[in-house]
Every structure is written in C-alpha cells, then in structure tokens.
C-alpha cells in the first residue's frame, strides 16, 4: 500500500487504485480528442498566453474532462487546449493542481500520466518561481537541468525508481536552441520544489542557496519525476517572477507573480513556439 501523499497520516492507497484512476482519466482525454497529441505542455501562474500560439484550438474545461483535478489559485485558468504549434499536435495543460490546496501527489500527477497513457511522447512543465541570483533580474526565464525535491511527497509507484536526473538532456538542447532561433536570453539552473503555499522565509532561502538551488516554487518536481517514470520525456522552464525573500526589496505576493509572468508572456510564447518542432524532432 502507499500513502496517498498528503503527508501525515492519509488513507494509503494501492498502486492498482492508482492506476485506475489514470486509466479512467485516459479514457476521458480519448472521448475529448486528446489522443495523437504529441507534445504536452503545461502552464503554470500567469504564463497562460501561450494558448493564443495554438492553431486551430479547441478549448475543454477541466470540470467537462471526467477525472480532471481542478486548481482554485488564480493564474490557473483550468482549461485543455488542443491544436497545433509549428504543424505539431500539441495539448496544452492551462493549470495545474498544487499539494498545498490539498491534493494528494499522484492527484497532482494524474494528467501528466494520463498523457503518457494516450502516447504523448514529451512533456514541456513550466512554472513561476522565486530566483536566488541577483543577477537576474524578473522577468528572467531558466531551464531547469535538474531539481531538489523539498515538498516531503514522492509521486512514483512500488517499482518506479525513476531516472537520477529527469530532464532529457536532447530536450534541453532542443531548448537551448530555441531560445537562440528565437532570441530569448535562456538561462540554466537547478529549481528546489518546496511544499507552500507559504513563500520561504530569507533564512530558508540561504539554506536553498546552500543546496546550489537557482530558483525555488511549490509545483513541477512531482510531475517531472511521474512523467519520466511514465516512458515520457521530460523538459521544464522556469519563469523567475521575483527575487527570492530577503534579496528582493519588499514582501512577496502571488499577485505579482501572475502580473510579472505576463510582463514575460511574448518572451515566453516566442521560446515556447519556437521550441515545439525541436523538441517533437527530438523525440520522433
């Protein structure tokens, strides 16, 4: 049996209950469509514009996909979108589910297994993050090389050891190259996932700096890890919406998270659209 992933004492669930759900999940993203999509990618707070690059899209609500997690952080539109990107098919995740509103790591991760279930071959996670470089200064974008999972969940199955590092290396190259076609700045770092929904505290921010973190946010480490454990493969952008507590000049909010991520919106798409074709080459 497992624990459900809510960290303290939950109702352990088995692999099979697992399973299932994602099953039932897949055949729901079928009878919507999804399936043939072959890039997935999912959007995280204020970065939502992206679905504007997608042609001849059809918009599903989460609450119409029968199995679908629902966010209620605002930036978190809570919509599917298909369609195509650069003569890709492409299924866009507008919002995800955090294990701070009270989800359980493998309801986190249920979308992401149920895309590779349908045959997504890869997986674009991006989010919004807090840097601890003062040197880039928000809105800077970061390719994520690696990650440090702080949250205390783990969303892999008896059997999944999962891969040391997730994030496909031809992948990140197809996103090195990109962000020059494109001529976005791309940075690369290490993101360290912590639990939220509270933003960390100076003193904690130097024992992140400590681990030789980069950027630090609330989502993407178990999605990364579930993907890759799937037979996905696995890129993640990091958007830096802020200096990270005790290097930025005033308190942190998720207001201004959202607001600078759309200050970041062209930058973000333009890599992103240019990054599609690259990366189903990549995986083809």
């Known amino acids: 049996m497992l624990d459900d992933g809510d960290g303290g004492g939950g109702v352990p669930v088995s692999a099979s209950a697992v399973n299932d759900s994602v099953d039932h999940l897949a055949v729901s993203l079928r009878a919507h469509g999804v399936e043939g999509a072959r890039v997935a990618l999912v959007l995280g707070s204020g970065l ?7 042609r001849g899209a059809t918009t599903i609500p989460y609450g119409a996909i029968d199995g679908m997690p629902q966010s209620s952080v605002p930036g978190h539109a809570g919509k599917l979108v298909l369609g195509d990107v650069g003569g890709v098919r492409v299924v866009v ?10 989800w359980s790591a493998h309801e986190v991760t249920r979308a992401v297994r149920a895309f590779a279930r349908i045959g997504v071959r890869a997986l674009v996670l991006t989010n919004a993050a807090g840097g601890m470089k003062r040197a880039w200064a928000p809105p ?7 990650h440090v999972n702080l949250q205390g969940r783990t969303p892999l199955l008896p059997g999944e050891g999962g891969a040391v590092n997730p994030y496909d290396a031809d992948l990140g190259a197809a996103l090195d190259e990109a962000a020059r076609v494109s001529q976005v700045p791309l ?3 290490v993101y360290v996932g912590v639990l939220g929904p509270s933003y960390e505290t100076p003193a904690e921010i130097r024992y992140l700096t400590a681990f030789g973190a980069d950027a630090v946010g609330m989502s993407t480490v178990c999605e990364a890890q579930a993907a890759r454990a799937s037979g996905m493969r696995v890129a993640a952008i990091s958007c830096i919406t ?6 930025s000049p005033g308190p942190l909010n998720h207001a201004e998270v959202v607001e600078v991520g759309q200050q970041a919106s062209q930058r973000f798409c333009d890599l992103l ?4 074709p690259l990366l189903d080459r990549a995986v083809s």
Not at 49 to 54: H, L, N, S, T
Not at 93 to 102: I, K, S
Not at 242 to 247: P, S, T
Not at 273 to 276: C, L, T
């Open 48 to 54: 939502g514009d992206f679905v504007d690059r997608v």
């Open 93 to 102: 995740q507008q919002g995800r589910v955090h294990l701070y509103e009270g």
């Open 140 to 146: 800077t974008l970061m390719r994520i090389t690696d």
């Open 187 to 189: 940075e690369r770092g």
């Open 242 to 247: 802020n200096l990270a507590a005790g290097l």
């Open 273 to 276: 659209e240019a990054a599609v």
